[in-house]
């Protein structure tokens, strides 16, 4: 058999080179001198991020984003953890509906998510505005975030908090010596998570922008169907390399093994 | 008292989900709101419209391609992973996952479009005269969504490959069975509920893609995503647009069932099963 297994690695290979290779382009593309794009590059420039990085309108959206994904994040992060503390210790009516509906942006197609979150934010009449699009963000975040907490949580050996208790800790204090401290990795994770997700939602966020509001990957997607500039190209790499910082921090703190279990 | 101080702690997160039910609400009732009052005109072009039928239709038909075709590329792919267990690898099936769908269709178009390095390097090497279509069509579509779901479909068939006894395929081996007989008969089986989760996953994304098909698709290639993306952000017309979305999720629940089926069929088959 190792003919087939060549055949495998031989296709698996092919397989990663596919899905990496837009990604890789992209930054290569980044470093062109040229006003269009070319291959290969004669020679390298950062022109094009220079250009990024003086212009008032990207650094603007770049802004919004940041500000939006970490706001996102910890809201997102605070109120599942509230919810989850709740799901987790206590008997809760209609639990099995709150999860259903927790997980329901999962479940809805993208497209009509969007038209949703658009009604609910139309209704509050905050259509165009951060706190608008933050509370769908928020929506569309809680599935991600509220099963790892509530995983964390159930992994969390009671008895050690008992414990505390039985030896005078009052319910603050076991909560910030013992229960925080353990529960903290899915925290942290969930945060990142949150963060990365908003950081780069756009089909629902191009729903609810306003007209001098936007955010970065939304500015990206307008001026790909506008103009063919690298300077595309250099903001998509630097949104790639948040990201990525992002990931390798979660890889840090928590491990990137945790999204496949491969002890047996 | 317990009860009502622990209520307090769910009401942030049931706010919010009393918004989104108000929204899906609210999305039902202006898909039956006409010019004047309640009708069902948003709802019948469906019927009456052929170009809104066949984008329905078409719709259905790439996420059918896409669904196969991801299936048939993360099979291999999660059984090469599952023997392989390196992070390395898992960090290639990762790291797109954790990238902006805008920035990952951009690189197809710098790599596919009209003005792309593709095109571009076979015309200065004087392979074409004039650059090939190799977007905007059906097949550059299809290789967009495809190479956005594609992480889903392997971690969805990975979770479950890796959990399938490794004794059951070398005891199968020892009694005489070829690899073909193996993956026929236990390891197919065995991971059939993974294949059919990553299926359902890829159907459901695929049919409600906004910005591959904005970006990849021409003007034949209109889904249901981008049709919903015009009628509300170019023609501005929300009930409209409301219909389609219900039309969608109508479909899309209707869609997955047999994904469904199987899964329970195949489960049901395991061994150790208890009905």
Known sequence: MRLGNML???????????????????????????????????????????EVLFSAVWLKAFAVSLALAFVTAVLTTFICF??????????????????LLISMPLLLPNAALAIALFSFVLLLGMRGTFLGLTLAHIIIALPFVYRPIVNGLRQLDLSV?????????????TFRKITLPLIRPALI?????????????????VFLIGLDFTTLPVKILSDIQNSASPAIAAVSTMLMFVTLGMVFVIDRLVGLRMFVDYRN | MRFSSAFLLLLPCIGLLIGLVTGVSTLVQQAFTGPEGASFVNLSQFVSRPEVVSVFFFTHKIALIVTLISVLIAYPLAVFMARR?????????LIPLLISIVVRTYGWVVLLGPRGLLNATLLNLGVID?????????????????????????????????KIDKSLSEAAMALGANHWKVFGKITLPLALPGVMTAATIVYLLSLGAIVTPL?????????????????????????????????????????????????????????????
């Open chain 1, 82 to 99: 509230l919810a989850a503390l709740v799901t987790t210790r206590q008997h809760v009516p209609a639990k099995g509906l709150f999860e």
């Open chain 1, 189 to 205: 994770s969930a945060f990142l998570f949150s963060f990365i997700i908003s950081f780069d939602e756009v089909s629902v966020t």
């Open chain 2, 130 to 162: 004039s650059p090939l279509r190799l977007m905007f069509n059906t097949g550059g579509l299809v290789v967009g969504l495809v190479h956005v779901f594609i992480p889903f479909a392997v971690l969805s068939i990975l979770a479950v490959y890796v």
């Open chain 1, 161 to 173: 908090e008992e414990a505390a208790m039985t030896l005078g800790a009052d319910p603050a204090t």
């Open chain 2, 85 to 93: 267990p390196n992070l390395f690898y898992l960090v290639i099936i």
């Open chain 2, 215 to 275: 970006l990849m698709g021409g003007i034949q290639q209109t889904m249901l995503g981008t049709m919903i993306y015009n009628q509300m952000l170019v023609y501005y017309n929300y009930p409209e647009a409301s219909a389609s979305a219900l039309l969608l999720t109508i479909s899309a629940a209707i869609a997955v069932v047999p994904f469904q089926l199987v899964d329970r069929w195949a489960t049901r088959k395991m061994p150790g099963h208890r009905v």
């Open chain 1, 8 to 50: 495998l690695t031989s296709f698996a290979f092919a397989a990663f080179l596919f899905i990496l290779a837009p990604i890789l382009i992209v930054v290569a593309a980044s470093f062109t001198p040229r006003g269009y794009l070319e291959f290969p590059p004669q020679n390298l420039s950062l022109r094009w991020y220079e």
